[in-house]
């Protein structure tokens, strides 16, 4: 059977070789081709509603992470439609913590796990349009996609307590972002069709390396911490922590300004000894999450926490440490 192709356009196993290579823009041709059947096969399962809606968004941004695994590009139509088929069931079976972003290989990440999504990610040239969409979501959207998606915190409840907000908030704000950033992969089409009209490659646009903004953290909280050890701040990490910054949640007090350094120093000082073991950042949110030992300590920690830090011109302004709510 000869391959399908549009009157002005290449054909889906086109489109899916030019997404594996990483342009954004041909996957977003891609799924603008099959939206209807995707959108058919939600509502047979879940009905109209914006449940349905959802899973599309789902499979839509499923779809971004995992394009390279398609192994019969020709067939990537009947690929999609099992995706939506897939984030429907999940949501029959666990609605209320079908994860958002985009299934994460239809698996939640556990602290105990040495596996991250971001490490996902980076196994495909479309990380940085991932990252990129992230960037574009207003802060509070984007720390709860942080949190779920990047880092150990991943449930609800887990997400609602290091946010301080009700668990129904964090739900909203993850659906929101997940159809923002569906949109986004979805307008991509309207470039990839002009391009496909004009004999030309789709491409992405261009994006900066996202990881970098990682690296830079890790490398920061690593001399954070080796600079608090021995009690000499270097100048690049005395201006992470100027005077402005406060410690805010459970280690703050309500109505007074605390800064970090002192609250962090006497942990130290107490025996308290945190190792850094992931860290994940955005443009004005870094996420460090620590392991914890206290041999001898005065204080007794559980055996991870993870800062949560909102900064602003690279400077942090606030710092709330989480620690892992009870099982």
């Avoid at 290091?162 to 950033?181: F, H, N, Y």
């Avoid at 605390?258 to 190792?275: A, S």
């Avoid at 041999?295 to 920690?301: L, N």
Wanted: charged content about 25%; some cysteine.
């Amino acid at each position: 059977m000869a391959p399908t192709r549009t009157p002005a356009g290449p054909t889906d196993e086109e489109l899916t070789r030019s997404a594996q290579a990483g342009e954004v823009g041909a996957l977003g041709l891609l799924l603008a081709r099959h939206q209807a059947p995707m959108r058919a096969v939600a509502l047979s399962l879940l009905g109209h509603g914006p449940e349905a809606d959802d899973a599309v968004q789902d499979a839509a941004l499923t779809a971004l992470r995992r394009i390279g695994d398609v192994r019969d590009p020709a067939a990537v139509g009947a690929w999609l439609r099992a995706i939506v088929r897939n984030a429907c069931r999940m949501r029959l079976r666990a609605p209320r913590e079908t994860p958002g972003l985009d299934g994460l290989d239809h698996r939640l990440v556990h602290r105990q796990d040495a596996w991250y999504p971001e490490r996902a990610v980076e196994r495909h040239a479309m990380r940085d349009w991932i990252w990129d969409a992230v960037e574009e979501l207003p802060q509070q959207m984007r720390l709860v996609v942080m949190l779920r998606h990047f880092s150990g915190i991943t449930t609800y409840r887990e997400i609602a307590a290091a946010c301080d907000v009700p668990i129904g908030t964090v739900r909203s704000r993850l659906s929101q972002a997940r159809a923002r950033m569906a949109r986004a992969l979805m307008s991509t089409q309207a470039q990839a069709q002009a391009q496909a009209q004009a004999q030309a490659p789709a491409q992405a646009q261009a994006h900066g390396d996202a990881a970098a903004l990682t690296r830079g953290s890790l490398q920061e909280a690593v001399a954070t911490l080796k600079a608090w050890e021995t009690g000499s701040l270097p100048r690049e990490i005395s201006e992470l922590w100027p005077a402005e910054s406060e410690m805010v949640g459970r280690l703050g007090r309500p109505g007074e300004h605390v800064h970090p350094v002192p609250v962090m120093r006497q942990y130290l000082e107490d025996g308290v000894r945190q190792h850094v073991r992931h860290v994940v950042a955005s443009r004005d949110i870094a996420i460090w999450e620590m392991a914890v030992t206290h041999d001898g300590a005065v204080h007794v920690c559980p055996p991870g926490l993870t800062w949560l830090m909102f900064r602003r011109n690279g400077r942090v302004q606030r710092l709330r440490v989480v620690f892992p709510s009870p099982s």
